[in-house]
Nanobody
Framework: QLQLVESGGGLVEPGGSLTLSCVAT????????IGWFRQAPGKALEGPLC????????YCADSLQGRFTITRDKAKKTVYLQMNNLKPEDTAVYSC???????????????????????WGQGTQVTVSS
């Protein structure tokens, strides 16, 4: 059964760091890009925040100002989202999702459309508060 499972969320103080994990089971990630999204209470889904391409390329939104980094461990079928200098406005449920590589605009990983992402994880809560 194809599944994505996120973990690593929690409560962190402003300025702190967290690393989220997204593990794929039931399929190989070799043919997919993986993106991270978030949804804050009462707000619309945001993202992709960062995307890891099947070719090793990465993308993170400029709005994150370099605070987030995405990496992929092929052997573990896991994608990580390293989040640094967290702010209260980063509080949200973070989810990962996959997009088949053929749907990724050539040479434009950041141009992947949200609606083209297929399978989604259940999400992990990140709360940034003192």
């Amino acid at each position: 059964q194809l599944q994505l499972v996120e973990s690593g969320g929690g409560l962190v103080e402003p300025g702190g760091s967290l690393t989220l994990s997204c593990v794929a089971t039931g399929f190989t990630l070799d043919y997919y890009a993986i993106g991270w999204f978030r949804q804050a209470p009462g707000k619309a889904l945001e993202g992709p925040l960062c995307t890891s391409g099947s070719d090793g390329t990465t993308y993170c939104a400029d709005s994150l100002q370099g605070r987030f980094t995405i990496t992929r461990d092929k052997a573990k079928k896991t994608v990580y989202l390293q989040m640094n200098n967290l702010k209260p406005e980063d509080t949200a449920v973070y989810s990962c999702a996959v997009i088949p590589r053929y749907r990724v605009p050539p040479g434009n990983l950041g141009g992947s459309l949200r609606d083209d992402f297929d399978y989604w994880g259940q999400g992990t809560q990140v709360t940034v508060s003192s």
